[in-house]
């Protein structure tokens, strides 16, 4: 079982707690070491439970071609030394599709959890990590009844793909009474302590995640952001988990004091999974370029602004809380939603808080050769 960056923690989680003990089955856990930031790696296994992974290749950062090649390399005697009768990658990352690689090659069968999103958009680097898994892969674990459909129109046989529920939601559901009871102490990027006490009075707030180098990377482009959430910051305030990748391209264009001359925008560091939980369940609107987190506020009900053009998951917007905007939109759609009463949402099918167990059962008779 492998995990590589911070979103594949939360859907690892389950599937480790659920094979605790387990009499057939062992799980050996291969963290890549794809995200070694404390907050973003070792917080997650402490919160999320799961225990101390079995091997570490600690990759770290590096290109995409970089990071792919250490983690195939590391992997490869991984396989050699464990001789594992399957390896399970979730996600879409570059660990997922690496040890996919690796995997295959080595005639391992390779089972892929949150098989056939598509975004179809080839600019993203994680839907090169999806097709390229998926077109090795042997047994098929998907989400929604929209990426089994994907994995057929591709030509992957019906018998090999089971749609079985969501992970992300497994975590949330597991740990959201935690999160509320979490007391937060959150810093600001320079380590000073953030005065949150207006969150006491019930104050609607909006919680925001970019990254994605479409949106941050290019000056144009950020500063409209820049611009748009300056306006978004006098209609409700801003808690803003700021990525280290969108830090250092708000410094290097100049625009990070721009940003920070409002008050009512909250820049925080990485957060750990509860913290960030948290914040997220008790928001009034959740603005970002994430996947993840278009999942989580789907189950949430929390209305969701995705500045993207498209998304690999979009039953949360079929179904969900989610909408894709353009990013010069984040304003008048977060004003909008800010004066209309709460809609209601639908949660996918199987979005309920069981889908490790039915993995388990799926791969307990898979094991016994009658999948």
Same mark, same amino acid.
């Given at each position: 079982?492998?995990?590589?960056?911070?979103?594949?923690?939360?859907?690892?989680?389950?599937?480790?707690?659920?094979?605790?003990?387990?009499?057939?089955?062992?799980?050996?856990?291969?963290?890549?070491?794809?995200?070694?930031?404390?907050?973003?790696?070792?917080?997650?296994?402490?919160?999320?439970?799961?225990?101390?992974?079995?091997?570490?290749?600690?990759?770290?950062?590096?290109?995409?071609?970089?990071?792919?090649?250490?983690?195939?390399?590391?992997?490869?005697?991984?396989?050699?030394?464990?001789?594992?009768?399957?390896?399970?990658?979730?996600?879409?990352?570059?660990?997922?599709?690496?040890?996919?690689?690796?995997?295959?090659?080595?005639?391992?069968?390779?089972?892929?959890?949150?098989?056939?999103?598509?975004?179809?958009?080839?600019?993203?680097?994680?839907?090169?990590?999806?097709?390229?898994?998926?077109?090795?892969?042997?047994?098929?674990?998907?989400?929604?009844?929209?990426?089994?459909?994907?994995?057929?129109?591709?030509?992957?046989?019906?018998?090999?793909?089971?749609? %079985?529920?969501? +992970?992300?939601?497994?975590? @949330? /559901? &597991?740990?959201?009474? $935690?999160?509320? !009871?979490?007391?937060?102490?959150?810093?600001?990027?320079?380590?000073?302590?953030?005065?949150?006490?207006?969150?006491?009075?019930?104050?609607?707030?909006?919680?925001?995640?970019?990254?994605?180098?479409?949106?941050?990377?290019?000056?144009?482009?950020?500063?409209?952001?820049?611009?748009?959430?300056?306006?978004?910051?006098?209609?409700?305030?801003?808690?803003?988990?700021?990525?280290?990748?969108?830090?250092?391209?708000?410094?290097?264009?100049?625009?990070?004091?721009?940003?920070?001359?409002?008050?009512?925008?909250?820049?925080?560091?990485? %957060?750990?999974? +509860?913290?960030?939980?948290? @914040? /997220? &369940?008790?928001?009034? $609107?959740?603005? !970002?370029?994430?996947?993840?987190?278009?999942?989580?506020?789907?189950?949430?009900?929390?209305?969701?602004?995705?500045?993207?053009?498209?998304?690999?998951?979009?039953?949360?917007?079929?179904?969900?809380?989610?909408?894709?905007?353009?990013?010069?939109?984040?304003?008048?759609?977060?004003?909008?939603?800010?004066?209309?009463?709460?809609?209601?949402?639908?949660?996918?099918?199987?979005?309920?808080?069981?889908?490790?167990?039915?993995?388990?059962?799926?791969?307990?008779?898979?094991?016994?050769?009658?999948?």
């Amino acid at each position: 079982m492998v995990a590589g960056a911070r979103p594949n923690f939360m859907k690892i989680a389950p599937l480790m707690n659920a094979l605790k003990d387990h009499p057939t089955l062992e799980a050996i856990l291969v963290h890549t070491g794809q995200h070694y930031d404390e907050k973003m790696s070792h917080s997650f296994f402490d919160q999320l439970n799961i225990p101390k992974p079995h091997i570490n290749l600690e990759v770290g950062s590096g290109s995409h071609a970089t990071q792919t090649a250490r983690i195939m390399e590391k992997f490869e005697a991984v396989c050699f030394s464990e001789e594992p009768d399957m390896v399970l990658v979730v996600g879409d990352v570059n660990s997922t599709a690496a040890c996919s690689l690796v995997a295959s090659k080595l005639h391992i069968k390779v089972c892929h959890y949150e098989a056939g999103l598509r975004s179809r958009d080839r600019n993203m680097p994680e839907e090169i990590n999806r097709l390229v898994t998926d077109a090795i892969t042997d047994l098929f674990i998907t989400t929604s009844a929209d990426a089994s459909e994907n994995l057929i129109s591709e030509g992957i046989l019906p018998e090999n793909i089971h749609m %079985l529920g969501n +992970l992300m939601i497994d975590s @949330l /559901v &597991s740990h959201l009474g $935690l999160a509320s !009871t979490q007391k937060l102490n959150l810093h600001d990027v320079s380590g000073t302590s953030l005065d949150l006490s207006w969150r006491t009075n019930t104050t609607p707030y909006a919680m925001m995640t970019f990254h994605r180098p479409s949106n941050v990377d290019e000056e144009d482009s950020l500063r409209i952001l820049v611009e748009e959430w300056l306006k978004t910051a006098e209609i409700m305030p801003i808690i803003f988990p700021i990525h280290p990748r969108t830090l250092g391209k708000l410094e290097h264009f100049k625009l990070f004091d721009r940003l920070t001359s409002s008050s009512n925008i909250f820049l925080t560091g990485p %957060l750990a999974y +509860l913290d960030f939980l948290k @914040l /997220v &369940s008790e928001s009034a $609107l959740v603005i !970002t370029d994430s996947g993840g987190i278009q999942e989580e506020t789907t189950y949430l009900r929390i209305p969701c602004l995705t500045v993207r053009p498209t998304t690999e998951r979009p039953i949360t917007i079929w179904e969900g809380s989610n909408q894709l905007i353009r990013p010069e939109d984040i304003f008048i759609n977060s004003k909008r939603i800010a004066e209309i009463p709460k809609a209601v949402y639908e949660v996918p099918k199987y979005w309920e808080g069981q889908a490790a167990t039915r993995i388990i059962n799926m791969l307990e008779t898979y094991g016994s050769g009658q999948v």
